[in-house]
């Protein structure tokens, strides 16, 4: 790496989002070398960009798994080990338990992000199940065991379905990402195929102003209609209806 991009990758939040993704981009002969708090504050540029309008969410979707593709994963594993980490309440049905975090700074104060940063800890029998989403992106990325993602373009609405396209069905292991936004990937469902897994989580809500901050909606892929362009009719159902058809096992 020449010194001038070094200097780009460690300097602080002052140049165009789009030139720290090209930027990162181009540190592919360096695999996994941006450490962890260049990551974080990297993800507060996407965001923010995202949140004034200023960065497209197609642009921002790019970015955000780009830049999981980039980070020292041992350098984020110990700074989630010195984070301050709580418990987001008892999980719903066999959802994975989900735990806040927040990053502190070297004097150990609270790193304000400007995003949403969570963990989700799978047992043998958690699964998130396939929803969809309104007025909020997410990217979820591997750290722990392996995980089965599968994800879905949003096509239209119609009444009590969503008709969508398969875009991915992964096994992730540690390290992959998948992004979630309105316009690509809007569906996403995760399920172990380990014993345990975690995901770290990056969150942008409140999106539509004078909208809800996020609104999740269940949805049915594996009883959908098929439909003749390769789409499929999937029905919206309920929180409890979603945990009863969907296990880790699907
Ligand atoms: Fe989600």
């Not at 790019?62 to 418990?87: F, K, Y």
């Not at 750290?143 to 879905?152: A, E, H, L, P, S």
């Not at 469902?189 to 539509?208: C, N």
Request: a neutral charge; proline letters at 7%.
């Amino acid at each position: 790496m020449t010194s001038t991009r070094r200097h780009l990758l460690l300097t602080g939040a002052a140049f165009p989002v789009y030139a720290l993704v090209a930027e990162l981009a181009l540190a592919q002969t360096l695999p996994r070398s941006v450490p962890a708090r260049r990551w974080l504050a990297a993800q507060s540029q996407l965001a923010r960009g995202l949140a004034q309008g200023t960065l497209s969410q197609t642009s921002w979707h790019r970015g955000v798994n780009e830049l999981s593709s980039q980070v020292d994963l041992e350098s984020l594993a110990h700074e989630m080990r010195r984070a301050r980490i709580r418990n987001a309440g008892t999980p719903f049905g066999h959802d994975p338990q989900k735990r806040f975090v927040t990053v502190l700074d070297d004097d150990e104060r609270p790193v304000r992000l400007g995003y949403g940063l969570a963990l989700f800890d799978f047992g043998p029998d958690s699964v998130i199940t396939p929803h969809a989403h309104r007025y909020m992106a997410s990217a979820h990325m591997v750290i722990d065991g392996r995980v089965r993602v599968r994800t879905f373009d949003r096509i239209r609405d119609e009444e009590n379905a969503v008709v969508v396209r398969p875009t991915q069905d992964v096994l992730a292991e540690t390290g992959h990402a998948a992004a979630m936004t309105t316009p690509k990937d809007n569906v996403h469902w995760f399920a172990p195929r380990s014993p345990q897994a975690m995901t770290i989580d990056v969150i942008i809500d409140g999106l539509e102003p004078g909208r809800e901050r996020y609104l999740i909606e269940p949805i049915d892929p594996l009883r959908g209609t098929p439909l003749p362009d390769g789409s499929l009719r999937a029905p919206l159902i309920s929180f409890e209806r979603s945990m009863a058809l969907y296990s880790a096992k699907d």
